[in-house]
């Protein structure tokens, strides 16, 4: 399973131009510049590389870094409980 904190610093890097040093878990996606167009498409490249399906009200205005982890180790379990009950 992908490590979702790498995946994301490795996101906000590449896609957006963010130093993963500027990157900490209580700092809001809007503090790194991420409006709502950002956060959409942050989304989907998310979905892309992890198969989570996050929507914008799960990115709200005043989420975190660390919400954005927390909710995508929260899907990735969600999944992996599903995979390991269909096996």
């Keep these: 399973m992908?490590?979702?904190h790498e995946t994301l610093l490795g996101i906000l890097e590449a896609h957006?131009?963010?130093?993963r040093a500027e990157v900490?878990?209580?700092?809001?996606?809007t503090a790194l510049e991420?409006?709502?167009?950002?956060r959409a498409e942050l989304a989907l490249i998310l979905r892309d590389r992890l198969g989570v399906a996050l929507t914008e009200e799960d990115l709200p205005e005043g989420a975190t870094v660390r919400n954005v982890l927390d909710l995508l180790a929260a899907r990735m379990e969600e999944a992996e409980a599903l995979r390991a009950g269909g096996a």
Excluded: M, R, T
């Design 24 to 29: 900490n878990p209580s700092v809001p996606l």
């Design 16 to 19: 957006f131009g963010i130093d």
């Design 2 to 4: 992908p490590d979702p």
């Design 34 to 38: 991420l409006d709502s167009l950002a």
